[in-house]
């Protein structure tokens, strides 16, 4: 089975500029999630999709950051402009959620690494 | 609000020896999940365990084993035997309604 698939996996740009990153979430899994995982923190929840339906996105700064699942798969996070705290690991993960009570596992890919200059 | 703590930041111990890796958690709901994830060097987080707040009965796979106190709100990960493929940062999660935070994480270093 094919894992999460994000793209690409570094990412140098300054700042005010605009960074798009990709996620191909393994097949027939219906919730994906994107994280920032900044250096020496944890993965820190910015969206979560349910299908192509937006479960949560409290912590999204959502002036400069958007999100979208188009028909439930595939998922784009932009930045748009970046700043120079946006370099981070940005995590994609995806979980199936099909008769599971409660959250079920999510399983990550690889990450993207963003450097804001 | 939940919140996750992880007071180890940086773990080292030689190979062979038993680690364990302290997991605090805090929230108000009877009803959260609790999870541990590896992150190795390559940075791809992998799944260790899923516990559900009902289920306090502690478990074992391999080398590895949790330790579920609800009492003290706790969810302490044991490595027994450590080798040096366990070097990687590990990372404790709390899930409540689907919100998930994670813990600062722990670097565990094995030794040769």
């Known amino acids: 089975e094919a894992g999460v698939a994000q793209s690409p996996r570094y990412k140098i740009i300054e700042k005010r500029q605009s960074v798009a990153f990709w996620c191909n979430p393994i097949?027939?899994?219906?919730?994906l999630y994107w994280y920032q995982q900044i250096l020496g923190q944890g993965p820190k929840l910015l969206i979560q999709f349910q299908n192509n339906g937006v479960v949560d996105d409290s912590q999204l700064p959502k002036d400069r950051f958007s999100a979208e699942r188009l028909k439930g798969v595939d998922s784009t996070l932009k930045i748009q402009p970046a700043k120079l705290e946006d370099s981070a690991v940005y995590l994609c993960?995806?979980?199936?959620?099909?008769?599971?009570?409660?959250?079920?596992?999510?399983?990550f890919g690889p990450g993207t690494r963003l450097t804001v200059l | 609000a939940q919140k996750v703590t992880q007071a180890q930041t940086e773990i080292s111990v030689v190979e062979k020896e038993d680690v364990t890796l302290d997991c605090v958690y805090e929230?108000?709901?009877?009803?959260?999940?609790l999870f541990w994830y590896k992150q190795p060097p390559s940075g791809e987080l992998v799944f260790l365990i899923r516990?559900?707040?009902?289920?306090?009965q502690n478990e074992i796979s391999g080398r590895y084993s949790w330790n579920f106190q609800k009492s003290t709100s706790s969810f302490n990960f044991t490595i027994t035997a450590s080798q040096v493929v366990d070097s990687a940062v590990y990372f404790c999660a709390l899930t409540v309604y689907q919100k998930v935070t994670f813990g600062t994480g722990t670097k565990l270093q094995v030794i040769p």
């Open positions: 097949s027939g899994h219906a919730t």
């Open positions: 929230t108000r709901d009877t009803t959260y999940y």
């Open positions: 993960a995806s979980s199936l959620d099909l008769d599971v009570v409660g959250p079920d596992t999510q399983y």
């Open positions: 516990r559900n707040s009902f289920d306090e």
